[in-house]
């Protein structure tokens, strides 16, 4: 989510993950967002260009001046140039900054010579281009530097020359077409422009910083943001920025809640009902539905079930578009326009951030406006090559339904921990009670934990989502894919594609979680639905490396099994299919992976054990478990393993013959002091009260389990 200099039109916005991660606001809660990170850009050096207003003998200084401020330029050189005062040397010194800071061994520097403070000025700058320079090198700052840094400017009181930078923004959008000083063209440097920077900026602090949110509040730029919302479809680019902030800044801030009027809410929802149909609109539609789902606790009783059934219509309305199909689309639309030389298109595909932003969060590659071409040579427009609108308006497709499905994730999320956020809980508090979270009251409504509200599941039936998430699970269009790898500029896009079945694979685990076995469709379509997940796993054999995949996978597979186990539907995967998902899962480094592999034997190996001839494969299930026991370093997998023994081998003639064939009294009587060492020892400094007692529990049933086999053996001995 990098700014490119004053040339950039800000292009749209990517997951949480570089800064809304989501990616991972959106608020997607299972998985828990990560913060991503960033590698070197590859570099290209700008052409040099005379600042307008200087000639002669003096431009060709200025021009030997600005080519020597290059990515090796000291930090302390270019800040002391924010001072010079020409206009275009300060512009040209903000984004050469916002350049360099995209490389985080540079940030250290710059942080050393005091880069907030000798830049916050520039944010008020009597020229729009420095402006909007400034803000793209404090966005980049921001989202490079990640939380510390974004703390850190905050310490630094950048939220003060910013809140003002966005009133004024606010207060001149009226006249969107103005002069700047230095005459050069207002469609250059608009209002709307350093108010896309200047929005992005304060989306980034308030995702890393609590202090900005109540600085947010504080000021009450809420009523700034739905301004800037009031752009569209004039602006979509600051449309969706404002968007993606508004969405960031209503989750979890019950001062902002307070102070939400019925006006603002109604802004929200005439953006709601726009009937403009092309990509960038569907996104925005479903970035507005996100921010009206966090707002819903302050929406009137009388009104919630209608603004409910708008939200999911919104998402439905995203998810209905075949993306595969689409790309096919615009890509051949694309061949229509005006092509790019072959340099200025790899140009374009040189990555601002690194794979691992796309995949933790997400962040959109961000372009040229469309039609933005070369133009005179003491213009700095050309050192980006243009993005055309067909590639903008697939990369907003495709974003837009991860955000769609990661919504419809959060609306079926229980408040309980998944396990990857159970292992990462602190431990620093000493209770030892342990509470059964039998039930949640929401709004006066008691709702069990896997409960949904009769206002949600209805709107998820009327619109069919169960079925659109389970078709968002397939592998993506294998001729999009070519397309997309075929052409250096797209070729992002297949990343995006892989993200959004992996999305719909978590989605899918949540909707089992919560959905009846008619809302899914009934017995039929849940064992199809097995059918499709084993095909998913074993057709294509690269896959189950992928990590993401596998814990999306691994989840979903987990909970068909319970329901399948729970309702006594038979199964449609063979345990040789399970056994090559689940030794995928256990060698992956993720705990809740691993904690799903087990389970998912647990669950294959209890349902066994009930019928015959299943020895030899309930044994090779013991092995498997008795490994996993053993060997994993962690006890919350640790604890899961030996719960999955106490399932499979509680009870059935073949169990027990099984038990004693693979030793597995021997075994746990073994394990057991080596299990209640390492509780002792690594308990309270390595886990959460809410673990330590499950992890109680499992060391009772561990005893009692013993006990029990004890006596089986000394039965069959007499």
């Known amino acids: 989510l990098l700014y490119h200099g004053s040339w950039d039109p800000h292009g749209l916005l990517g997951d949480r993950g570089a800064f809304h991660y989501n990616w991972d606001g959106l608020l997607f809660k299972c998985p828990a967002p990560q913060i991503m990170g960033k590698t070197k850009t590859k570099r290209f050096k700008p052409n040099p260009f005379a600042p307008a207003g200087v000639s002669g003998s003096t431009s060709m200084r200025s021009v030997e001046e600005e080519e020597e401020l290059d990515d090796d330029s000291p930090a302390e050189e270019l800040l002391e140039k924010l001072q010079n005062p020409c206009a275009d040397i300060r512009e040209y010194t903000c984004a050469r900054i916002a350049k360099m800071v995209q490389h985080k061994q540079a940030i250290p520097s710059f942080l050393e010579k005091d880069i907030v403070r000798c830049m916050g000025p520039m944010l008020l700058d009597q020229s729009l281009a420095v402006r909007e320079a400034a803000a793209g090198a404090l966005r980049n700052l921001s989202a490079c530097g990640g939380h510390e840094v974004c703390d850190d400017m905050v310490k630094q009181d950048i939220m003060t020359p910013l809140v003002i930078l966005l009133r004024e923004c606010s207060a001149g959008f009226d006249s969107s077409r103005v002069n700047s000083p230095n005459g050069k063209s207002a469609s250059k440097n608009c209002i709307e422009d350093v108010a896309s920077e200047a929005v992005h900026l304060l989306w980034n602090l308030c995702e890393s910083s609590s202090t900005a949110v109540s600085v947010f509040n504080k000021e009450n730029l809420l009523h700034i943001l739905l301004h800037c919302l009031h752009k569209f479809p004039s602006h979509k680019e600051l449309s969706v920025s404002a968007a993606y902030c508004l969405q960031t800044v209503t989750e979890d801030n019950p001062e902002l809640l307070n102070t939400v009027s019925a006006p603002e809410l109604q802004v929200l929802e005439s953006i709601m009902q726009s009937s403009v149909s092309d990509m960038e609109s569907i996104l925005l539609r479903t970035l507005v539905s996100g921010s009206l789902w966090n707002l819903k606790s302050v929406i009137p009783s009388n009104s919630q079930a209608d603004s409910i059934n708008a939200v999911i219509r919104i998402l439905s309305s995203a998810l209905d578009v075949d993306a595969g199909q689409m790309i096919l689309q615009l890509k051949e639309a694309e061949k229509h326009i005006p092509a790019l030389s072959v340099d200025a298109e790899m140009e374009e595909a040189k990555p601002v951030v690194s794979d691992d932003v796309l995949n933790e969060g997400d962040g959109m590659d961000e372009g040229l406006k469309p039609g933005r071409r070369k133009v005179k040579n003491d213009d700095i427009s050309d050192l980006l090559p243009p993005k055309n609108v067909e590639l903008r308006q697939a990369e907003a497709l495709l974003i837009g339904q991860q955000t769609a499905l990661e919504l419809i994730v959060n609306m079926c999320c229980s408040e309980e921990p998944s396990d990857d956020e159970w292992e990462d809980q602190s431990s620093s508090d000493d209770s030892d009670v342990c509470m059964e979270h039998a039930a949640y009251e929401i709004n006066g409504q008691l709702l069990s934990p896997l409960c ?37 500029s797209w070729r992002s896009l297949e990343k995006r594609m892989q993200k959004i079945q992996c999305r719909a694979l978590t989605c899918l685990h949540n909707m089992l979680s919560v959905l009846d076995v008619e809302g899914l469709g009934g017995v039929s379509a849940l064992q199809a639905l097995a059918q ?12 189950l490396k992928q990590e993401e995949f596998l814990e999306a996978i691994s989840s979903a597979v987990r ?12 199964q449609c995967i063979t345990p040789d299919q399970l056994m090559t998902l689940c030794e995928a899962g256990v060698r992956c480094s993720i705990v809740s992976v691993r904690v799903n592999a087990v389970s998912i034997m647990g669950i294959t190996g209890s349902v066994l054990a009930k019928e015959t001839n299943v020895m030899e494969t309930l044994k090779m299930i013991g092995h498997f478990l008795l490994q996993v026991t053993t060997k994993d370093p962690s006890l919350v997998v640790t604890g899961e393993a030996l719960d999955a023994l106490f399932d499979v081998f509680a009870d059935g003639k073949e169990a027990e013959e099984a038990a004693t064939q693979i030793k597995l009294l021997q075994a746990l009587k073994t394990f057991q002091p080596v299990f209640k060492a390492r509780l002792r020892k690594e308990g309270r400094l390595s886990y959460s009260p809410d673990q330590l007692c499950v992890l109680d529990n499992v060391k009772m049933n561990l005893r009692r389990f013993i006990a029990y086999q004890e006596a089986i053996q000394k039965t069959c001995l007499s």
């Open 452 to 488: 949904l509200s009769a206002e949600v599941h209805s709107a998820l039936m009327n619109y069919d989502i169960p079925k659109k998430v389970i078709d968002k699970t397939a592998f993506p269009n294998s001729a999009a894919v070519d397309v997309c790898l075929s052409s250096p």
């Open 532 to 543: 499709h997940l084993s095909q998913l796993v074993f057709s294509q054999t690269e896959i």
């Open 559 to 570: 909970s068909l099994l319970q329901i399948l186990a729970s309702k006594n539907i038979p």
